[in-house]
């Protein structure tokens, strides 16, 4: 039995692990932190677990839950978890990040994109950044995980093969990407009104947002050399989903069976990557509350462009999901453990 | 290993039997019927379950398929399964109807509000009405099932221990129903076309909606008595989710204890019907997904009524969720096996 | 030229008057009054009237305004208006309420149901019920306006004309109403936001809503006795509409004819109230952006009840447009002068 | 009084038509065309027109019609306008076609990309291209208007400064754009039925997009030389909005301000389009139900890009503004006659 903490499980993605956690055998929640309810039940905020969890909400003590849990999941906002891991924790206990906190290595442009000094940059090296497709056999034995962002996670998959293998120059990489609204979190603010986001679309942190430079570390390593690239991510009226359109120019002139024979060389045996065959797109519905990633690519001769496209649920892979993934691979358990959600459709 | 077979499998009510079926190990789905679409792979008409699925269509004979399964699920139109089920299917394979063939057992109620003859009467009275709550060691020894209505059994679990221990008179029930818009089924019409549903509401078949007799008679098995009763289904802007506000007049004067006490008589060890406290609502995104009933009351005494509410997922606990619950019953399986989902939120 | 002034314009109702005034070529908007919002361009607000409105936000100084206005809205929480008006302010300009203030006739039924001590009781008495249908002629020459309520306006309407003929028993109705979330207002609140709205339903307000006295009290001047009724009111996930489903008891069989005609005696030469054949439904939509009713029935012979139904646009006849309705009757001018806005569809 | 004609009427560009030009007191609406419900009420099949329009569907008899009207609209499938239109019908009365039949000049190039043999190519040099802020005076004393596409409209507005300065490179523009499904049409077809497209993002027509052509052409005009582009339209669960996120890659470095004066030269004077000041994004929901067009952008040095942003009303400005638009040109009337409306907010 894997005893789990969870820090800030009462936001949308906190709450999502508590969903993903609660249908397992081998996994007992034994915290459901949070500061804004401490003391209250916590399914008397999230009544979907109604009848299902009887514990009340807990503190956000990192310290005293690193003493009975063997993984902590932190679903908070930048700063918490650095400013809490210490070398005592991490002799303790397992930590899956949520946040960006070390998610990207070079400290400066974390606090530049960020705005924020970051408290603990010793534990920056040793974090792992948690994309399993990736980085899988550092994961396997990493105590202390970065859980990559949502817009990454689908930005990256989306377009990795063709720069691993060249096919696409990196730096003509525009990244355009549309989230459902739970990526806005569950905080009390107008924009976030049910009446200001439905019927309506908009772009938002353009040139600006913080998911850039965490699209662009991975690139790089894809590349062998830094990468810059356009990123605007946009809301749009729904719940969940992440649909990302990426546009590169290529390299060389390529056939569609050559380029989905590079995306199977890459994710062929990746249970949770559904490459599609050429002339079909993703949509985010066939990936709703799965763990699911759905990739697809269509080659323009005429521009001499490649648009490469990816779905995902960001509540799943984007946050929760790959966290429990990555929890899976720390604990030598089959990958998908608890994660054959089939998407809910409609 | 139990085989089962689905005919009707690429409307939404079957393709959500697959969705719910495929995720268990003691299932092997043998047969995906369906009329549209045979020959083409499952999985291209619902990618959801792209690389989960590798079989094609197949046509909807009930008779050949009847050699194979275990079980027969049809998720079809009204009239199909009654044109279909003989005695000698009966005798090879468990059949449980999602369609209304068996649900009503005066045939000529039946005929008057379906406008259809009955082909195969002689087989309403061996039907078992598939309400687990109610019916739960009938299902365990029939062949075939009658699986309610999505409308019928939140409707009817809304009011049932009320009815039952005659606490308001009956025949003074109002149920005003509202549906998400996955009730309506995938057949391309202008009035399910997105545009035409979103932002926007509407009441539809006012008092002559065909799952009226079927509440009807379930709630006259309660009062021990006829029963007539308004009803009235609303079509919302939302893919899932039902949602019963039922009207009943105090047959004396009741607190809200008294109340509470009445609904977990019946309803406490149900494993899906989930009772709220006294002064709470339900709310369909808390069963989203699930195959649980949130049920709720609130006393008026000014006007000496109780207005009863209930909420389910249409597609799960209205539909493929307890078709699979009576199938766990009828196989000697815990009944949850498989429906431990956890509602999806947001 | 008309000078208007708008206290509250930041809030969805207040706004709805923006839009609707600033169409008219004989009207001025003097005033555009905030809490929040004091000092900035109601443009930054509200981008909709981005280069269209120069002026920042004022405060909400109502005897200040008085001074420059012809007629002044309040679209303010509940106990503002009542809180401001003065002798002097009403000798000076016309007030139209859009809070529950002067709606109820009986100061101890406002301040139970309310939960507020009226600080300004002498002006119930003169203030007029602003549905136009009803008082038109009092509207004309009143000064101090309350507006109605988006529910009771649309559930009244629904039902008027059958309470007024005596063919229904008043006590024996019951108001299942469903509103779009504009209701709820612009305040950030967590079960406002849309992750929380969308894809779900729920009733709220269950017997106890603050908008049932005041149908009852209007209902009760239509039959000629105290009325108490049954209202429900739910959140639907759409940004505009009403719908009110309306159940009574016949005191007499009736056809659908004679039941027409009872509405046509009514409605016939109301520009606003649409009366629609036997055998249709309203739907939202078909009013929406407008200042329409849209009223239909359905007589149930097998519980001797008839099914009332209308439709509204929440903010206009539910708010902003039944005001201005109620100015133009004040200044003299055709009912449905800047109102003649024709539903958006889709 | 303007005698129009609508041909097409039924669809949803018709019935926005309708909508628009009731509201006008100087034109009158002498002929619903329609295919599929002739000798059917208009107001049958678009109920928000209930009690305003008391005419049946008529045919799509372009011949007959042009004896009686002044101007006739054709909001018809491709290539219907172009197999109708005769010299004769064009020497009774003005077209304005929202058809893509004569948008393109080049006839090989509107036969390859909509696989159509252009049946009368000799009135393709005739037709001005609608779009008012740049072919005005063309319009003025056109007898056939070709309407631009939805698309083109939203993205040609949003990049035309930059390319007619020469500030972008136009080939290296990449368009990526996300329509409301209004955008679809009312055919019944499943990928367009609620629980298909609510809760769901896709991209379609990818590299293949038939407003591809539009738009290049008429970039090209403002380039001066041919330009080839990238665009992705998107499918997103909202009824109406465009937005049209555009990329390009700058040819020298420019300041904010110096952009700004540029978009500024270009639309300070023109009514719709409505220029936002540096940092600021455009949201569908400012211009729902208007013919506004919000433009705006953003310099992005880390990639030495420009993105830039536009979003209309697709049933608007998008089509039967648009189209009024051109009417109000054609007849010598102010530009904005009967277009004043202030977008639908919330």
Excluded at 11 to 25: I, K, M, N, P
Excluded at 118 to 141: C, D, M, S, W
Excluded at 231 to 251: D, E, K, S
Excluded at 272 to 296: I, K
Aim: aromatic content about 10%; hydrophobic content about 40%.
């Amino acid at each position: 039995m894997i005893k789990v903490g969870i820090i800030g499980a009462t936001g949308y993605a906190g709450a999502e692990l508590v969903r993903l956690l609660l249908q397992r055998e081998d996994v007992e929640i034994v915290w459901y932190g949070s500061r804004s309810y401490v003391g209250e039940d916590f399914a008397s905020i999230y009544r979907n677990v109604a009848h299902l969890v009887e514990q009340p909400c807990s503190d956000d003590d990192m310290a005293e839950l690193s003493k009975i849990a063997d993984v902590i999941f932190t679903a908070t906002p930048q700063g918490f978890c650095a400013s809490q891991v210490t070398e005592e924790i991490l002799s303790r206990t397992k930590i899956i990040d949520l946040s960006a906190d070390f998610r990207i290595k070079d400290v400066d442009t974390y606090e530049q994109w960020y705005k924020i000094k970051h408290p603990t940059p010793q534990f920056i090296e040793e974090a792992v950044y948690g994309l399993p497709e990736i980085n899988r056999e550092k994961i396997k034995t990493a105590r202390l995980i970065a859980n990559p962002g949502c817009y990454p996670t689908c930005s990256f998959l989306t377009v990795y093969p063709m720069v691993k293998e060249g096919l696409i120059d990196p730096n003509t990489i525009i990244i355009d990407a549309k989230s459902g609204t739970s990526g806005a979190g569950r905080s009390a603010k107008v924009p976030s009104l049910y009446c200001e986001v439905n019927e309506s679309m908009k772009p938002y942190g353009v040139a600006t947002h913080r998911h850039t430079p965490e699209i662009e570390e991975q690139l790089g390593y894809a590349a062998g050399k830094p990468v810059t690239i356009s990123f605007t991510p946009h809301l749009v009226p729904m719940n969940r989903g992440i649909l990302a359109t990426a546009y590169g120019t290529l390299t060389k002139p390529v056939t569609a069976e050559e380029v989905k024979a590079v995306y199977d060389k890459y994710y062929q045996n990746e249970y949770f990557v559904r490459v599609m065959a050429p002339g079909m797109v993703p949509q985010t519905r066939w990936v709703e509350g799965s763990n699911f990633v759905d990739v697809a690519f269509q080659i323009d001769p005429r521009t001499n462009r490649i648009v490469m496209m990816g779905a995902i649920d960001n509540m799943v892979k984007g946050a929760a999901g790959q966290a429990m993934q990555n929890m899976n691979l720390m604990f030598g358990l089959p990958e998908n453990t608890g994660l054959k959600q089939i998407p809910v459709f409609p």
